[in-house]
């Protein structure tokens, strides 16, 4: 039986927005403290789906030596929950 991957997404946090008039979809998982941001790009025929295994890691560290991020995940247009494109380029 398959799970659905829709909790894990909603718990990471799912974002659309438009860019150059294409809605977007991204997961974004905000850190509560200033701190870098680091952009996960999947390829084709790819989705966000392939790092929910490392996005608490990379937010969240357990060392608190360690760098943390927020984190962003877009679905490249066509893919996911983005719009695709109606033109090439």
């Known amino acids: 039986m398959r799970r659905s991957i829709a909790p894990l997404l909603n718990r990471i946090g ?9 809605g977007i979809h991204f997961l974004h998982r905000v850190r509560p403290r200033r701190c870098h941001t680091v952009i996960l790009t999947h390829g084709w025929p790819g989705s966000v789906a392939e790092f929910t295994h490392v996005i608490d890691e990379l937010a969240d560290t357990k060392d608190p ?3 943390a991020f927020h984190v962003v995940v877009p679905s490249l247009p066509g893919f996911g929950y983005s719009d695709k494109s109606a033109t090439t380029g």
């Open 65 to 67: 030596d360690a760098s």
């Open 14 to 22: 799912q974002f659309r927005t438009t860019i150059d008039d294409l």
